[in-house]
């Protein structure tokens, strides 16, 4: 059973540009959810796709957009970037995204931002 | 909003000795589980454990234990035996919401086990 894996592992970006991070999904798993994780702190949700659809978001602005593939692969894009968007990015696998469904993390991408 | 407070931003123990970390939540649903993950340097995010708030009986994996207080929405992670290895962040999450599995994070608590 292959589990989540992300890339790439880090990423260093400049201001205004834009950065896609990319998920494979454990196997048997159709939901994808993408958090970041600013240095010190706990990882806060950004959204949450099920089937190819969004099915969730947190409080991040437009300009973070995601996709998910019929392999349930996932992306997830930053227009615009700013500073303060540099941070580990995890990416989390799980069967159906019912509330009885454990996340299964993968490794993250550090993206840092000059 | 759900919030997620974890009160000590660190701890240390002594190798093969007991530790207990706070976790207090804040939620208006009724059924819910509740997850402790541990991040070590390497940055992947583990379960820990899970524990799923209908069940009376606190969760146990081997040297790992919960206090679920469901009335005081505590849930304490219990960490006996510590070994060198448990040396991580340790993160206790909560549903955001009562529509799916989106996870709401409290700040950490950083445990350094000593030899």
């Known amino acids: 059973e292959t589990g989540v894996t992300q890339s790439p592992t880090h990423l260093i970006k400049t201001r205004g540009q834009q950065v896609t991070l990319r998920c494979s999904s454990q196997s048997g798993h159709n939901t994808v959810s993408w958090y970041q994780q600013a240095l010190g702190q706990g990882p806060q949700f950004i959204f949450q796709y099920y089937r190819e659809e969004e099915n969730g978001r947190g409080n991040f602005p437009p300009r973070f957009s995601g996709l998910q593939f019929p392999n349930y692969s996932s992306e997830l894009n930053v227009n615009a970037l700013e500073l303060d968007d540099s941070a580990l990015y995890l990416c989390?696998?799980?069967?159906?995204?019912?509330?009885?469904?454990?996340?299964?993390f993968g490794p993250g991408t550090r993206l840092t931002v000059l | 909003a759900q919030t997620v407070t974890q009160s000590q931003p660190e701890m240390s123990v002594q190798e093969a000795e007991t530790v207990t970390l706070s976790c207090t939540y804040d939620?208006?649903?009724?059924?819910?589980?509740l997850f402790w993950y541990k991040q070590p340097p390497s940055r992947q995010m583990i379960l820990v454990i899970r524990q799923e708030a209908y069940k009376q009986q606190n969760a146990t994996e081997n040297r790992f234990s919960v206090n679920f207080q469901k009335a005081a929405k505590s849930f304490s992670l219990k960490i006996s035996d510590s070994q060198l290895g448990d040396t991580a962040m340790y993160f206790c999450?909560?549903?955001?919401?009562?529509?799916?599995?989106?996870?709401?994070f409290g700040g950490g608590t950083r445990l350094m086990v000593k030899p």
């Open positions: 939620t208006s649903e009724n059924n819910y589980y």
């Open positions: 989390a696998s799980s069967l159906v995204g019912g509330i009885s469904d454990t996340q299964y």
């Open positions: 999450a909560c549903p955001t919401n009562n529509a799916g599995n989106m996870l709401t």
